[in-house]
């Protein structure tokens, strides 16, 4: 399948694999990426830029296909070295940079310089227009359904997608409640030129992290993500378990009082306990609404090739089929 995304980034599939915090590592990016999608190494998951440039060397030890580098921008206590990220990128020949969170014009002019495509992860029609502004080559289109954090605009795809269509010149991907062959298509007829997983790629079998966390996804449904810390204007959607009912309960009580420090057992340095030693109640962890449409542990080529297969399927198909001959 040929799409804008295929053409810019140099791959197979018009398939992207979001950058997780504590699942994105050469393992999965390059899983991915030897299936014809994009993987993508989370930069701010390795603890300084010299970790960062010996996980991009090991995911080229694993693949000679195109991958990328998430690079989240957040307000921190400790600001992140983000020059020294952005070198690592560069000298490792990295040819791709997603990047998510605040505006990511500084970083822009090296990367560029690089030949370094960039796509932003935006959660409005606005911040698209903005990264498109700014010069960013593609975006990521995040819904409200996605895992993470969604925004305050509440905006399902069904409107962000054709919106982002109606505004945007640069190519852009559909992001959030994405998990299958319908996911694609739906995306394509949208508007989108592919689409970017992240909560499907966590229940894989490449996917670095515990065997709980997988089949946490499995058996949940639609109905058993919670938006927390909504009050702080800092929403994430996460997997309902015993500590995510108990922040929630705190919100309640707390109301317009609640302070980030109020909450931090819940979501501070939890996800290495839960992604590596299965700990599913030691806090809030990212997980889309689309864990409903998982069913199944796969590996990355058996999803990629199957999804692939599913959406050419409904085009030729059931689609075309559709239409007077």
Not at 268 to 283: L, S, T
Request: glycine share 10%.
């Amino acid at each position: 399948m040929k799409t804008k995304i295929t053409e810019m980034f140099g791959i197979q599939h018009p398939i992207i694999q979001g950058g997780m915090h504590h699942v994105g590592y050469a393992e999965l990016a390059a899983a991915v990426s030897n299936a014809g999608g994009l993987g993508i190494i989370t930069a701010l998951t390795q603890p300084n830029p010299e970790a960062l440039a010996e996980e991009i060397r090991r995911c080229h030890e694993m693949t000679d296909k195109p991958f990328g580098v998430n690079v989240t921008f957040l307000p921190s206590v400790n600001t992140p070295d983000y020059p020294g990220y952005i070198k690592a990128i560069i000298d490792g020949g990295v040819k791709v940079v997603e990047t998510a969170g605040n505006n990511p014009q500084q970083v822009l002019p090296p990367l560029q310089e690089a030949g370094i495509k960039v796509i932003h992860k935006c959660t409005s029609v606005r911040h698209a227009l903005k990264a498109e502004s700014i010069g960013c080559d593609a975006a990521s289109v995040d819904g409200f359904e996605c895992g993470g954090h969604p925004g305050e605009d509440d905006v399902p795809n069904f409107i962000l997608l054709p919106r982002a269509a109606e505004e945007l010149t640069i190519p852009f991907v559909a992001s959030g409640g994405m998990a299958n062959g319908r996911s694609l298509t739906a995306a394509l007829a949208m508007g989108a030129e592919g689409m970017n997983m992240g909560t499907r790629f966590i229940a894989t079998q490449e996917a670095p992290v515990h065997e709980r966390v997988k089949q946490a996804i499995v058996a949940a449904s639609e109905l058993d993500t919670r938006l927390v810390m909504r009050p702080l204007r800092n929403t994430e959607r996460v997997l309902t378990n015993d500590a995510v009912e108990r922040l929630l309960e705190k919100e309640k009580r707390l109301g317009d009082d609640l302070k980030f420090e109020d909450i931090l057992d819940e979501v501070a340095g939890v996800y290495p306990r839960i992604m590596k030693e299965g700990e599913m109640d030691a806090g809030a962890w990212s997980c889309g609404m689309v864990a409903g449409l998982i069913h199944d542990v796969p590996t990355v080529k058996e999803l990629i090739d199957r999804t692939m297969a599913e959406s050419e399927g409904l085009i030729r198909d059931r689609l075309a089929g559709m239409l007077d001959s």
